[in-house]
């Protein structure tokens, strides 16, 4: 029996402050940028239609990429993976039955229930580790990778393909994109590999 989660233990126990300060935090860099963009363009006196041009481009450039960066992380402190005894790997996303609104207060919810989630299910002697224990592990809970089509390895993450089989017992195919940071990544990286379709 294995579990993988990512090694940033900081982003795992303080999941939620940091998704919801990660947000504040672009927000907060946007608006002093603009800020200090249009005072400066005043100050020396610079024609303010490129400067709302540049403005607009690079902070945009900018929030999408910080927004990206801070996704990636979310991702990996959320996806998990297990192998039970009977070596069946299975890919667990915490959070996805976290339902709440809209608005940045339903975000906060989010954030809040994920990071309780995850809490509960990586614990020692948490909800993973029985769920594995039982009859059937995990089976008819969660998607169980039966094979791998096919593993791309990126700057900071992989690009796998997988063939899975859901808890409703059907199968599909879908491409994952695991971010590079997980506890003892490379016995993962050989699950996944010896799964791999020759």
């Known amino acids: 029996m294995k579990i993988w989660t990512s090694s940033d233990t900081e982003g795992k126990e303080h999941y ?3 998704m919801v300060g990660g947000i504040l935090g672009i927000v907060l860099l946007a608006l002093i940028l603009i800020c200090a963009g249009i005072y400066v363009g005043f100050h020396e006196k610079w024609r303010m239609e490129e400067v709302s041009l540049v403005l607009c481009l690079g902070v945009t450039a900018i929030c999408v990429g910080l927004a990206y960066w801070l996704g990636q992380q979310s991702w990996r402190n959320r996806l998990i ?3 039970d005894d009977e070596d069946r790997l299975f890919m667990v996303e915490a959070g996805k039955y976290v339902r709440v609104g809209s608005g940045l207060a339903a975000y906060i919810s989010l954030a ?7 809490r509960e299910l990586t614990a020692p002697g948490g909800l993973l580790e029985r769920g594995m224990g039982r009859t059937g592990s995990l089976t008819g809970q969660e998607p169980q990778i039966v094979s791998v089509e096919q593993i791309r390895e990126r700057e900071r993450s992989y690009r796998v393909v997988c063939h899975l089989k859901y808890p409703n017992q059907r ?6 994109s695991i971010v590079k940071g997980y506890e003892d990544e490379d016995g ?4 996944l590999e010896r799964r791999r379709k020759s």
Do not use: N, P, V
Not at 112 to 118: D, N, P, R, V
Not at 188 to 191: A, K, N, P, S, V
């Open 188 to 191: 993962l990286m050989w699950e």
């Open 81 to 83: 993976f297990c192998l």
């Open 16 to 18: 939620a402050l940091r």
């Open 171 to 176: 199968e599909g195919k879908r491409t994952y």
């Open 112 to 118: 809040s229930g994920t990071q309780k989630e995850i």
